[in-house]
Nanobody
C-alpha cells in the first residue's frame, strides 16, 4: 500500500498562487499514473490534473492554463502549481494514483481562496 502525504495548502487571495506537494512512500511515479484531486464544500471529489508514468499531463477544463502538474521522480514527489486562483478553487486537495487507489487517500491539504 502506497502512502501519500500532501502539503502546501493555505489561505490565498483571488488571483494568487500556491504550490502543492505530494510525497510518496516509494518509487511509484515511474510506474503509475498519478493525479491531483479536490473536494470542495458540498461537492464530490474530482480529478483536476493527471500525469502519466511517461510524464504526459492532462487537466480538467476548469483549471486548464492555470494549474500545472509535475513530478520529481528522484524525490518521489508530485507537485501542483496553482496560479490565478479563484474562489471556486477552494477545496481539500489530494493526490493519488489515476485511477485512484481507495487505500491510498491521505489527509489532503486545504486550499482556501478568500478575500
Amino acid at each position: 500500500q502506497v502512502q501519500l502525504v500532501e502539503s502546501g495548502g493555505g489561505l490565498v487571495q483571488p488571483g494568487g498562487s500556491l504550490r502543492l506537494s505530494c510525497v510518496a512512500s516509494g518509487r511509484i511515479f515511474s510506474i503509475y499514473n498519478m493525479g491531483w484531486y479536490r473536494q470542495g464544500p458540498g461537492k464530490q471529489r474530482e480529478l483536476v490534473a493527471g500525469i502519466t508514468n511517461l510524464g504526459r499531463t492532462n487537466y480538467a477544463d476548469s483549471v486548464k492554463c492555470r494549474f500545472t502538474i509535475s513530478r520529481d521522480i528522484t524525490k518521489n514527489t508530485v507537485y501542483l502549481e496553482m496560479n490565478s486562483l479563484k474562489f471556486e478553487d477552494t477545496a481539500v486537495y489530494y493526490c493519488n494514483k489515476n485511477p485512484p487507489d481507495p487505500r491510498s487517500w491521505g489527509q489532503g491539504t486545504q486550499v482556501t481562496v478568500t478575500s
